[in-house]
């Protein structure tokens, strides 16, 4: 299947940070015709393992496979869903929002109240209402309701967005953080065919909460060297600071010298930029970014692993929505495809 193909399955399914099956089957069954094993650990990482000569080096690719979202924390007598917020999302953003609510039974649809202008003090207009005071209407007529529905406690809730293509090659939809990085893994498997090398390309789990399934796999693994597959900030928009980012949507995908997590070892940064450069991918740098990758916390494990970032530049991530560019999603899997085979001239 196509890129466009490939995101518009894992954009639209549901993936919440800590209930991800639902993406983790679809990465099962399309990373399975390009992996010798698919392996899945103790925490819910999917492993497809190509395998390479003995002794030959073993790289990790990571990509979270988990989306920000909300859980349900009560179900008020009124019958209304009132939530937690699994990761980071800006209370700004949520207000009429509309959802969809991952009961065992089945999923249904629910929106965020929000106050009409008409009813708003002068004050209330200029405030910003925080998540404890925001709830889910699902239509239920009381608790009762609700839970005749099917709704209980913990149940995860996404938002509720349909992939659309907009212009050339540009797309539009939920959870491109990281379904865009879930893809470019798929791809990259794609166009390895064979090589010499262990290639362990890891779907992880619960990134959004602090970038934990990638520490047990990176572990368990213990590979020489990895690459996170994520996205980044696009800060081609009004308002956005060349200083804040200069990473732009379809200009290639971003190489990190540094986040708030990970300073990136010279030598893998030398290795990237090289790649890119000889094969002639159009690439960006970024620098001094807020926040961090999986990258951050597989390079912490064991003795240390010489790890970093290929990103994909996607506009107004952490909100319902995202826009990004497929070529840059082509070129971040050339670029993953281009270094890994000269990997062992640089490790
Ligand atoms: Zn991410």
């Not at 209370?91 to 965020?112: C, E, N, T, W």
């Not at 239509?139 to 659309?164: H, I, R």
């Not at 991530?317 to 840059?328: A, C, E, R, T, Y």
Request: aromatic share 4%; glycine share 8%.
């Amino acid at each position: 299947m196509s890129i466009n193909q490939n995101l518009e399955k894992l954009s639209n399914a549901c993936g919440v940070t800590g209930r991800e099956s639902e993406v983790k089957e679809l990465m099962i069954r399309l990373m399975t015709p390009y992996a010798d094993e698919i392996v899945v650990d103790r925490l819910d990482n999917v492993i497809a393992v190509k395998k390479g000569k003995q002794k030959a080096l073993k790289i990790m690719l990571a990509a979270h496979m988990d989306e920000v979202g909300l859980m349900v924390k009560t179900i008020t007598k009124e019958g209304f869903l009132q939530f937690a917020k699994m990761g980071g999302i800006d209370d700004r953003i949520l207000p009429a929002q509309r959802v969809k609510v991952f009961s065992k039974k089945a999923s249904f649809p629910g929106i965020i109240g929000s106050k009409p202008p008409h009813i708003q003090k002068e004050e209330e207009r200029k405030k910003i209402i925080a998540s404890d005071e925001l709830f889910i209407d699902i239509g239920a007529e009381n608790k009762d309701d609700a839970l005749a529905m099917g709704v209980s406690v913990g149940d995860p809730v996404g938002f509720d967005v349909q992939y659309v293509e907009l212009g050339k090659n540009v797309v539009v939809g939920k959870a491109f953080d990281n379904r865009a990085g879930c893809v470019t893994m798929i791809e990259a498997l794609k166009l390895m065919e064979n090589t010499d090398y262990t290639v362990c390309a890891v779907g992880t789990v619960q990134e959004e909460v602090g970038l934990r399934g990638a520490a047990g796999a990176a572990f368990g693994l213990d590979p020489d060297l990895a690459i996170a597959l994520d996205v980044t900030i696009a800060g081609d928009v009004p308002g956005v600071r060349e200083f804040d980012t200069s990473v732009k949507m379809g200009k290639g995908p971003a190489l990190t010298i540094s986040d708030s997590g990970l300073i990136t070892h010279p030598k893998v940064l030398r290795w990237l930029l090289d790649s890119a450069e000889e094969e002639k991918i159009p690439f960006q740098i970024e620098t001094g970014l807020m926040g961090s990758t999986d990258a951050a916390r597989i390079s912490l494990t064991r003795q240390g692993i010489p790890s970093g970032n290929i990103s994909i530049p996607t506009r107004y991530i952490h909100s319902p929505v995202g826009m990004l560019n497929l070529k840059d999603i082509e070129n971040s899997a050339k670029l993953t495809v281009a270094a890994i085979q000269r990997s062992s001239s640089y490790f």
